[in-house]
């Protein structure tokens, strides 16, 4: 079946730096990734869609010069944390689709805490 | 603007009974319902999913029901098992739409007692 893989599981990182998470399909090619954030006991908001080959198109009030996004392939997509801040810790979820037929697979999610 | 809802945030059910999740949403031209289950600090595994042009989608021991003229689905886990203990969540897409973004409800916690 379909897998996603998403790295780093787990990442400390001093404020002002940046932090880079890449997101996989391992078995299937995406045209479309999507990435989510979900802070402590909340819902996964969607942060913006990433489209292999053109700009991602992010969400309301999502920053897209804060938060990079970069879908080089139709088998890896990247979200860049750039100049972290405490309040960017949060846990960061990507999913990728085959296509409009096909059900969302979730990559096991990345536990970002800015220090 | 929540256009998915998840009004009940837990629940608990004994081992064996019934568990009945629910969900409301308010975007008519949602028509692509799923539902996933999630454990902390990990992605979601999805569970099951159903077209608006059924009212009931049945694998193994989850159905899915969706009222379209209510704008509700219901999850219904028979029966529950400790394994089920988890947060779950609905999600709606607009199904044809370009990009087939989900919207989430809050999610549910469920607690199944042994």
């Known amino acids: 079946g379909a897998v996603v893989s998403q790295h780093p599981s787990r990442v400390i990182c001093k404020s002002g730096t940046s932090v880079k998470i890449e997101c996989r399909s391992l078995?299937?090619?995406?045209?479309?990734m999507f990435w989510y954030r979900q802070f402590p006991k909340q819902s996964l908001m969607l942060m913006a869609t990433s489209n292999e080959g053109s700009k991602a198109t992010y969400e309301q009030g999502v920053e897209k010069d804060k938060f990079l996004i970069n879908h080089a392939s139709l088998t890896l997509s990247t979200l860049t944390v750039t100049s972290a801040h405490p309040e960017d810790s949060s846990f960061y979820i990507c999913?990728?689709?085959?296509?409009?037929?096909?059900?969302?697979?979730f990559g096991s999610g990345t536990r970002l805490t800015v220090v | 603007d929540q256009q998915v809802k998840q009004n009940s945030p837990s629940l608990s059910v004994q081992e064996g009974r019934i568990s009945i999740l629910n969900c409301d949403y308010t975007?008519?031209?949602?028509?692509?319902f799923l539902w996933y289950k999630k454990y902390p600090a990990e992605g979601p595994t999805f569970l099951i999913s159903i077209s608006s042009i059924k009212d009931k989608n049945e694998d193994g021991r989850f159905t899915v029901f969706l009222n379209k003229s209510a704008k509700h689905l219901s999850l219904h886990i028979v029966p529950s098992q400790p394994g089920d203990s988890a947060v779950y969540f609905c999600a709606a897409s607009l199904f044809k739409a370009a990009g087939n973004k989900l919207t989430f409800g809050g999610g549910t916690r469920v607690l199944v007692k042994p």
């Open positions: 078995d299937f090619q995406a045209t479309t």
């Open positions: 975007n008519s031209m949602f028509d692509y």
């Open positions: 999913s990728a689709s085959r296509g409009i037929d096909y059900g969302y697979t």
